[in-house]
């Protein structure tokens, strides 16, 4: 993080953006300066501009000030830029829009020039971001109801222990139950790289390797593993790891220990 915030540094000093700041506030106060009004009359709307018209809205709250007693409720209806204009609304730019070709134009000119300014690990980091701090939110339950997590430590021998981890899946089944969550231990040493395990159907096999499998995942997005810590499980640093679909049986590759 203190290395992204010093990029973060750089990148907001660089010429580029600045050029993009300035050319911004410039569009912005254009846009701004802009005044027209919107005549109503049954199904017909009409847009024209501003000509110096009296502020009415002003004026008939200055007349019914004398009734106000107390806080009144609000009325007025709060708008939410991300959902989006309606087709009405829409109808209305575009007549603005041909009131101040000036204004728009150069609106246009903008996203053109700068239509890919934004730098690409800046976009990276605001997609990545989101997952980490969702997954964040998704295991702070488990920390609630004393579950243990960690970040492993990543070493170069080729060695791997897991104390105490759990399958995240099956404990997000369990926890709002209130039912236990059976944590197991697991380790390679030495010459051994396989695990074997073992047991009848329905015999819990799966939750068994499956914390062993979230540690070396989670080492790759620095991000905390069901598992006791600190220094009670290391992992050896992966490139990519395997994992088999249940219906498909196939894997599908995306780390690999080296």
């Known amino acids: ?7 973060l540094r750089d990148y907001a000093g660089s010429d580029g953006f600045c050029a993009l700041k300035e050319d911004a506030a410039q569009v912005k106060a254009a846009l701004s300066a802009i005044r027209y009004c919107v005549t109503i009359n049954g199904l017909k709307v009409r847009v024209r501009k501003y000509e110096g018209e009296t502020d009415y809205s002003a004026e008939v709250e200055s007349t019914f000030e004398k009734f106000r007693q107390g806080a009144v409720r609000d009325y007025r209806t709060k708008t939410n830029p991300a959902s989006g204009m309606s087709y009405v609304e829409a109808q209305i730019l575009d007549c603005v829009a041909r009131l101040f070709p000036e204004a728009f134009a150069s609106l246009h000119a ?7 300014s934004l730098d690409e690990t800046i976009r990276t980091f605001d997609r990545e971001i989101q997952f980490y701090v969702a997954y964040l939110e998704f295991v702070a339950r488990f920390r609630e109801a004393g579950l243990p997590f960690c970040y492993p430590e990543i070493t170069t021998a080729r060695e791997v222990d897991d104390y105490e981890g759990f399958d995240i899946a099956l404990a997000n089944r369990l926890v709002p139950e209130n039912l236990s969550v059976v944590c197991n231990d697991s380790y390679l040493e030495g010459r051994e790289r396989v695990i074997v395990v073992s047991g009848p159907n329905q015999g819990a096999r799966p939750p068994l390797p499956a914390p062993l499998g979230s540690c070396t995942t989670w080492q790759a997005s620095v991000a905390p593993s069901p598992a006791e810590g600190p220094g009670s499980s290391s992992v050896t640093a992966c490139s990519r790891t395997l994992r088999r679909s249940r219906t498909s049986r196939t894997c599908a590759a995306s780390y690999r220990m080296t």
């Open 110 to 116: 903008f996203c053109d020039r700068h239509s890919h």
């Open 1 to 7: 993080m203190l290395a992204f915030r010093g990029y």
